[in-house]
């Protein structure tokens, strides 16, 4: 009966019991490259940045129109300054399709309004408008950071970020006392924090004069001081508020990665560092970092946008290939964060079919809520396809299901893959405390999400 049993049973093993010294050591090197990476890149702008620098190192040349393309070229195109196409040129012709990853590098945040600043009671704030689905009662009493740019009245751009150096000031929303907060804590936690009252403290010390909103002006003559800035400008800026925490090990075994903007850009790493390193392959390989998909995919920097046909059609074109003859034999991996099973929380987790800490890179067959609304569902035989890869390359990975039905659901860019006739499946890394300000993985599905997208490179 035990044979039988282990011949038709399938059971799931811990990652740590199936791989070896060698891998472990490759794991630990590979999440310390990703934290780096991680701590310089608090939004899709230095995301980006901070790619294309690594590209650089890595043989990716700026693509140029009309640029002559031979197998192993390795090119790239900045969409914006927000979104990162990556290409490594096959040894098969584009009409045989290519292997595509794509993954996003923008996270919930705290956007500034366009005229943030205001002075209450001699206390200087800043007005902001929360950026995708976050838990505002998260965001209050943690330390912030200020990114993002200014276009001048000149038509320069001044770039911000205020609050990552260790010897630089950092920003914070209030909260109430609990000796105060008698009616406050009768709330939801839905309303017991608001949006409009996400206002972040920025100065207490007035300016050294008589009249009104001094300390606003002391704050705007420090602005003015360090970036040449005053209150009109901030009409044509984009500047978001981070959480300030550092990335640091979790655990006393430092078996898991805390904190901000794991979503995406864990997977965002992943999918970058396996196109630098995959060998000659035979098929074009197309590592896509995104923005906006934490709002839907919208905007000229999202997956929605044709910035990214635009780029895929300018390759095939090289080769006297039309697009959708690629697209129809290219599949993709949408390479996105999942919710790792939280026993904390167990009445909202499918234990079953939801992904765990150390099993590996959790494939999603499908997402949406409800009766997958809203979700791409990829095909048996798509599915298929990647176990057989998975299993050839050693890759670790497990079944990756959000929650429970109907308690919630989500979205990621693979329908907007799929719509392009692209097969497309979702692969990611479990996460926990997904959207918060500090979020957690664990290394090893860390390392075997890059180790999918490398076979998927390689081999897909
Ligand atoms: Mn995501
Ligand atoms: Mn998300």
């Known amino acids: 009966m035990d044979e039988l049993r282990e011949k038709l049973f399938y059971e799931q093993k811990n990652g740590y019991d199936l791989i070896g010294t060698d891998e472990r050591i490759a794991c630990e090197d590979y999440c310390a490259a990703y934290m780096r990476y991680l701590d310089a890149s608090r939004t899709e702008r230095e995301a980006v940045k901070n790619a294309i620098a690594e590209a650089g190192e890595a ?3 700026p693509y140029v129109p009309g640029m ?12 914006r300054g927000k979104t990162l196409f990556l290409a490594v040129i096959g040894r098969k012709s584009l009409a045989e399709g290519c292997v595509i990853c794509g993954a996003h590098i923008d996270s919930p945040r705290l956007d500034l309004k366009q005229l943030p600043l205001y002075e209450s009671d001699e206390m200087c704030y800043l007005r902001t408008h929360y950026y995708g689905g976050l838990k505002k009662y998260q965001w209050v009493t943690i330390p912030l950071e200020l990114h993002g740019l200014v276009s001048l009245r000149d038509g320069s751009s001044v770039e911000i970020a205020l609050g990552r150096e260790k010897d630089e000031p950092k920003f914070v929303i209030t909260d109430l006392l609990p000796h105060l907060a008698a009616d406050q804590m009768k709330k939801t936690m839905a309303e017991g924090i608001t949006g409009e009252g996400l206002n972040i403290l920025i100065g207490s010390a007035p300016y050294a004069d008589e009249g009104k909103d001094r300390v606003k002006l002391a704050v705007l003559s420090l602005l003015n001081d360090l970036y040449g800035i005053d ?5 044509s800026a984009e500047l978001v508020a981070v959480p300030a925490f550092d990335v640091c090990e979790i655990g006393l075994d430092r078996s898991m990665i805390g904190g ?3 979503d995406d850009r864990v997977c965002a790493y992943a999918a970058l560092k396996a196109i630098f390193d995959a060998r000659e392959p035979e098929r074009s390989c197309v590592c896509i970092l995104t923005d906006k998909e934490e709002i839907g995919s919208e905007g000229v920097s999202g997956m929605q946008s044709e910035a990214f ?3 895929m059609a300018d390759l095939c074109e090289s080769q006297g290939v039309a697009l959708r003859r690629c697209f129809e034999k290219s599949v993709c991996l949408s390479a996105d964060v999942t919710a790792a099973v939280d026993p904390l929380y167990p009445e909202v987790s499918e234990k079953r079919n939801g992904s765990k800490f150390n099993y590996g890179v959790g494939v999603c067959k499908f997402s949406g809520v409800r009766g997958k609304y809203g979700s791409s569902d990829a095909s048996a035989e798509l599915v298929g396809h990647f176990r057989r890869l998975f299993a050839r390359r050693r890759v670790v990975w497990q079944m990756a299901e959000l929650g429970k039905v109907d308690q919630g659901g989500g979205g990621t860019i693979a329908k907007f893959m799929a719509k392009r006739n692209i097969d497309t499946l979702d692969a990611g890394v479990p996460v926990l405390s997904m959207h918060a300000p500090f979020e957690v993985v664990a290394k090893l599905d860390c390392y075997m999400t890059y180790k999918a997208m490398l076979a998927a490179f390689e081999e897909g």
């Open 260 to 262: 901000y903007g794991h």
């Open 59 to 61: 043989g990716f040349v």
């Open 231 to 235: 209150e009109e400008d901030f009409l």
């Open 309 to 311: 046909d635009t780029f």
């Open 68 to 79: 002559a393309l031979r197998p192993g070229m390795r090119v790239y195109r900045n969409n």
